[in-house]
């Protein structure tokens, strides 16, 4: 059973910088892939950002190229996203999870966190 823990979350300006970690437990395997998902107001969830495990290979949403950076901490079993120049729409509750490299592409997220709230305000 893994367990997946968000933290960093926060309320921040336009502009400003926020970094969120990912503490996960239980069994990992070289496999797997972590990722981050958001899900803004009145929104449906969607994906942010994910990590690879074993190689740290890196994969984003257009949406966040060039301001967020995902990374992972290997012997601390954490995953931090790094979110520069946020924008007003980047507010949302966002989530940790785990899921598997498939064909080389982060797939089958079926392990969440419960997420933490980032606000991003004008």
């Known amino acids: 059973q893994v367990q997946l823990v968000e933290s960093g979350g926060g309320l921040v300006q336009a502009g400003g910088s926020l970094r969120l970690s990912c503490a996960t437990s239980?069994?990992?395997?070289?496999?797997?892939?972590l990722g981050w998902f958001r899900q803004g107001p009145g929104k449906e969830r969607e994906f942010v950002a994910a990590?690879?495990?074993?190689?740290?290979?890196?994969y984003y949403a257009d949406s966040v190229k060039g301001r967020f950076t995902i990374s992972r901490d290997n012997a601390k079993n954490t995953v931090h996203l790094q979110m520069n120049s946020l924008k007003l729409e980047d507010t949302g509750v966002y989530y940790c999870?785990?899921?598997?490299?498939?064909?080389?592409?982060?797939?089958?997220?079926?392990?969440w966190g419960q997420g933490t709230q980032v606000t991003v305000s004008s």
């Open positions: 239980g069994r990992t395997f070289s496999s797997n892939a």
């Open positions: 990590i690879s495990w074993s190689f740290g290979s890196t």
């Open positions: 999870a785990m899921g598997a490299m498939v064909f080389g592409r982060p797939q089958a997220f079926d392990s």
